[in-house]
C-alpha cells in the first residue's frame, strides 16, 4: 500500500482551515462596514481586529502547502486556484463601475495559485532534508515578515489600498517591491509569504508519511471540517454575499 493511500485524513487540518474561513468571513465584513459602508462602528471593529489578519491568511497559506504533498495533481490544483485567482481580479474590477476601489491584482488567491504551480516545478528537490527546511524557511518568513508589514502605509481602513510604480516590471510586484501608482486592495507577494508555503510543504512530507501526531486525524466537530474543505468557494462567494446582505440592511434602515 502506498503513502498516499495509507495515511490517515487529518481532520485537524480541515477544522484548522474552517476556523479561518470564519474569521475571514468576520474580518471581510469589517472591511466592508468601514470601507463600503463608511460606518465608525466599522472602522472600529476593522482596526480591532487588524492584528488578527495575517494569521488567518498564515494559516491558509501553511496548510495549502501541507497539503500539496497529499495531492494527486498540484498542477492542476494550481491552475483551478488561478483560475479563480483571475475571476476575483475581474469581479473585484468590475466595482469600480460603481466608484469603488476594491481590485485585486495579487491577493491570497493569486499567491496561491503561483506557490503551487512553482511547487510543481520543485517538487523533487524539495523531497529532501525537510527538518532542515522547516528551519531554514521558517526563520526566512520570521526575518522578511515584519518588513513587508512595515513597508505597507496603507495597511488601515479606508487607506488600505497598496500602490506600485506604473513603470514596475510585474515580476517585482509580485516578488514583493510595491511602490508608486499601481493597485491593489489584497496584497501577498511571494516574499514573505513564499517562504511559509514552502515550511508547510516540508511539514507535508512529514504528514505523507503518517508521521504527523494521532490526534491531528480525530475528528472532533464536523461543521468546521465542512466548511474548511469548501474553502474556496466561501471564499468566492462569501464577499458578493455580504455585499449584498449589508446594501439590503442600511437600504431598509435608510428608508426607515
Known amino acids: ?52 489578519q495575517p494569521f488567518i491568511a498564515g494559516t491558509f497559506i501553511l496548510i495549502c502547502g501541507i497539503c500539496c504533498r ?34 485585486i491584482t495579487f491577493g491570497v488567491l493569486h499567491f496561491l495559485a503561483v506557490a503551487v504551480l512553482l511547487f510543481t516545478l520543485l517538487d523533487r528537490p524539495l523531497e529532501r532534508l525537510p527538518l532542515l527546511q522547516i528551519i531554514v524557511f521558517t526563520a526566512l518568513f520570521v526575518a522578511s515578515v515584519g518588513p513587508y508589514y512595515a ?12 500602490h506600485f510604480p506604473e513603470t514596475a516590471l510585474f515580476p517585482l510586484y509580485v516578488l514583493g517591491f510595491p511602490s508608486g501608482s499601481l493597485y491593489s486592495a489584497d496584497y501577498f507577494p511571494l516574499i514573505p509569504w513564499l517562504f511559509l508555503f514552502f515550511a508547510g510543504t ?24 465542512w466548511l474548511g474543505r469548501h474553502s474556496l468557494l466561501i471564499y468566492l462567494l462569501h464577499q458578493p454575499v455580504l455585499m449584498g446582505l449589508m446594501a439590503l440592511v442600511f437600504a431598509i434602515k435608510n428608508s426607515a
Open 1 to 52: 500500500m502506498s503513502e498516499q493511500t495509507s495515511r490517515p485524513r487529518y481532520y485537524l487540518l480541515d477544522e484548522l482551515r474552517g476556523i479561518a474561513i470564519i474569521l475571514m468571513v468576520i474580518f471581510h465584513a469589517f472591511v466592508l462596514l468601514a470601507d463600503v459602508f463608511y460606518t465608525e462602528t466599522g472602522r472600529a471593529l476593522y482596526f480591532g481586529m487588524r492584528p488578527v
Open 70 to 103: 497529499f495531492s494527486r495533481s498540484n498542477g492542476k490544483r494550481g491552475l483551478r486556484l488561478l483560475g479563480a485567482a483571475l475571476l476575483v481580479t475581474l469581479a473585484t474590477w468590475a466595482t469600480t463601475l460603481f466608484g469603488l476601489d476594491m481590485v
Open 151 to 162: 513597508q505597507r502605509p496603507g495597511f488601515g481602513a479606508g487607506d488600505r489600498a497598496l
Open 202 to 225: 516540508a511539514l507535508g512530507i512529514y504528514g505523507r508519511a503518517g508521521r504527523f501526531p494521532a490526534w491531528f486525524a480525530k475528528s472532533r466537530i464536523p461543521p468546521l471540517q
